[in-house]
């Protein structure tokens, strides 16, 4: 069965310092993974995918995500935090059993940047 | 704004009554999703259309539910005689039909509280 993991609920971060949220992932066949945010009272936002190509996915907001075939991860990252960065952030894999499209998301990880 | 909107933003029901939810998504989109969150969980698939016809539907949508997009354009979500398993927030989704790998734009979601 595909999934997704994000181990850490939380990740705590100082402004101006690197951050890493981590996302591993379990599927059958090619991996087409996906990073949201999600702030309170809005919607999830789309800021990067992985769908095939170079290893570093450049996304939104200075966003960028790592794919790694042997370790089965896409790792989210930023090399300096913002306090606006504060939210949480799901990753997410195309179901690939199923045939539409849809995500199987992870249980997402709260990032809290403090100043 | 030319987001996907949901409507109501928030519903609080008596456990029995039925309810309705509404999504329109980007007016060009083909694909509208339906996802159910709760609290601590990243969103999970209901059900999907491709234009006005619904082509999956997750085993997690009872016979309870029900979804409908008449004219593949906005959509609607019934829930009938709402238990208080049902509390969650819904959200719905919208993408181009031209690649399943598009990523999917997601509404602030209808967040729903059964008494």
């Known amino acids: 069965a595909q999934s997704v993991a994000q181990p850490e609920d939380q990740v705590n971060v100082a402004e101006g310092n690197p951050l890493t949220v981590k996302c591993t992932y379990s599927?059958?066949?090619?991996?087409?993974l996906f990073w949201y945010v999600q702030y309170p009272n809005r919607g999830l936002q789309f800021l990067l995918k992985?769908?095939?190509?170079?290893?570093l996915v450049k996304g939104s907001y200075g966003f960028e995500a790592e794919f790694n075939k042997s370790q089965t991860s896409f790792h989210l990252k930023k090399p300096s935090a913002l306090v606006s960065d504060s939210a949480l952030y799901f990753c997410?894999?195309?179901?690939?059993?199923?045939?539409?499209?849809?995500?199987?998301f992870g249980k997402g990880t709260k990032l809290s940047v403090k100043p | 704004d030319t987001g996907v909107s949901q409507n109501p933003r928030h519903k609080i029901t008596k456990r029995g009554q039925n309810v309705t939810f509404r999504c329109d998504p980007i007016?060009?989109?083909?694909?509208l999703y339906w996802y159910r969150q709760t609290l601590g969980q990243g969103p999970e698939f209901l059900t999907y259309f491709q234009n006005e016809a619904q082509l999956e539907k997750s085993r997690l949508l009872s016979d309870r539910f029900s979804a409908e997009r008449p004219k593949g354009s906005f959509s609607t979500l019934e829930i009938q005689r709402t238990e208080q398993g049902d509390s969650a927030m819904y959200l719905c989704?919208?993408?181009?039909?031209?690649?399943?790998?598009?990523?999917?734009?997601f509404g602030p979601g209808t967040r729903l509280t059964v008494l």
């Open positions: 997410a894999v195309r179901d690939e059993e199923g045939s539409q499209g849809n995500l199987i």
């Open positions: 599927v059958s066949g090619n991996p087409y």
């Open positions: 989704a919208s993408s181009l039909e031209d690649s399943p790998y598009n990523e999917q734009f």
């Open positions: 007016s060009e989109h083909n694909r």
């Open positions: 992985y769908i095939t190509g170079d290893n």
